[in-house]
């Protein structure tokens, strides 16, 4: 986290935004609207809280790197395992993320959110891979936060990250020069377009309940934010079960299942444990006794 937090004095400089880190408890989301002043001559507007992607809307920068954190937390370890560096030098472009390899269904649908995820597990592998391979920290931390300020202030357009990839290419180039012994930095696109599929069918048992799903990563999200995770209106990420066909889950994934008794089941699972079976069943818990 030192280097991520070093990065986005870099960042927060280059994009300034007037909001704190920490959002309102969630008390004070429920909350009745103030009283009017006296002698009011219209109703005091209500107080809405906002969605988690409102949020992000509102102040990327400050959403950014609270994703961040998130993502080093929730799936950073899996995600940014190490690869070798190629005979040709160190490729930025090595490890192929899209939103739709790393979100599945959720890789669309979680917009700008569904962005800062891609480019968090992304920035957080070259910090690592690039001090391992002797690279200055500081100097990188600095020279990842100008690429990711470029991004947030373009709203994470493809042709704002290709400038911004160019940007960062040449600077560690210079750096690389200055420091002996370093691998030389390259950017050669070598992924398939066509990601693997993802999709598993989705079961419960008995089959009358209704489930929803949620990347563990946004679930996360929503609660660092200080949302209910489990509010599907205010945590926007929720998406109901596709009974016609298969989901793509790509990830870690918790679930809700509401059951016609009323009671609700709840929990989380990895998908890759359920490939081989190509269906994730969900199962009604047997009440307490």
């Known amino acids: 986290?030192?280097?991520?937090?070093?990065?986005?004095?870099?960042?927060?400089?280059?994009?300034?935004?007037?909001?704190?880190?920490?959002g309102p408890p969630l008390s004070a989301l429920r909350v009745d609207p103030p009283a009017p002043p006296p002698n009011a001559q219209t109703a005091a507007t209500p107080l809405i809280a906002l969605t988690s992607s409102a949020k992000v809307r509102e102040v990327p920068a400050v959403q950014y790197l609270l994703m961040k954190t998130v993502v080093a937390k929730s799936i950073g370890v899996q995600k940014t395992r190490a690869l070798p560096v190629e005979a040709g030098g160190y490729n930025l472009l090595k490890y192929c993320w899209?939103?739709?390899?790393?979100?599945?269904?959720?890789?669309e649908s979680s917009g700008l959110t569904g962005e800062m995820v891609v480019r968090a597990l992304e920035t957080l592998s070259w910090s690592r891979d690039l001090a391992r391979a002797g690279y200055p920290e500081a100097q990188v931390a600095e020279a990842i936060g100008r690429y990711e300020a470029a991004l947030i202030a373009a709203s994470f357009t493809d042709a704002a990250r290709g400038r911004a990839l160019e940007a960062l290419r040449t600077e560690l180039e210079g750096l690389q020069m200055r420091t002996p012994g370093t691998s030389k930095i390259i950017a050669r696109e070598r992924c398939k377009r066509q990601p693997s599929s993802l999709a598993l069918s989705v079961a419960t048992s008995p089959d009358d309940g209704f489930a929803r799903f949620i990347p563990f990563v946004l679930h996360q999200f929503c609660l660092a934010q200080q949302i209910d995770p489990g509010d599907a209106v205010q945590c926007d990420y929720w998406q109901s079960a596709a009974r016609e066909r298969p989901m793509s889950f790509a990830s870690e994934i918790v679930y809700s299942v509401n059951w016609p008794d009323k009671t609700v089941s709840t929990g989380r699972f990895n998908p890759d444990e359920h490939r081989t079976a190509g269906t994730v069943t969900l199962r009604q818990r047997p009440p307490k006794k």
Do not use: E, S, Y
């Open 1 to 22: 986290m030192k280097i991520v937090t070093f990065a986005f004095l870099v960042l927060i400089a280059a994009a300034p935004v007037q909001a704190q880190l920490q």
């Open 98 to 107: 899209t939103a739709a390899n790393v979100l599945g269904d959720w890789g």
